[in-house]
């Protein structure tokens, strides 16, 4: 349990909130062998006055199995609900990452395909695709 904080740096309405939001967030995941489940959840509400307060509700529940290839193959879904528009943006995730090193240093490197199950008026809608790489520094 902690803090989930947004700051205002989209540069388009589509891209984020232009306030700063805060609220509580939290994480619970059983890891049984190859196995990771778990859920990710918070609450976002804007800072200060104004007429457009933020006020919404991030879930994600997801499964995760580590290959002997230090494969991780994952299935989630976003969850996000806003509560004053009353409108539900919902990607159904399929991520597959593999661990590989760079010299000594760890890296994971990863495709994302998604396809948006619901979504708002004018939003996200069909397939989308990303790639990523995340660079894992141990203690």
């Known amino acids: 349990m902690g803090p989930a904080f947004s700051i205002p740096t989209a540069s388009e309405d589509a891209f984020g909130i232009d306030r700063w939001a805060l609220g509580p967030t939290a994480v619970a995941l059983k890891t049984k062998g190859p196995w990771t489940v ?20 991030y879930v994600e529940p997801w499964a995760s199995y580590v290959l002997p290839t230090d494969t991780t193959v994952s299935l989630s879904i976003e969850s996000v609900y806003d509560w004053n528009s009353d409108e539900l943006a919902l990607p159904l995730n399929l991520i597959v990452d593999q661990l590989i090193m760079i010299g000594d240093q760890p890296v994971s490197i990863g495709a994302n395909a998604h396809y948006w199950l619901d979504s708002p008026e004018g939003g996200a809608e069909g397939w989308g695709f990303r790639l990523q790489a995340t660079f894992i520094w141990e203690k």
């Open 38 to 57: 778990g859920i990710l959840a918070n609450q976002l509400w804007s800072l200060g006055d104004g007429s457009d307060i933020y006020n919404a509700s």
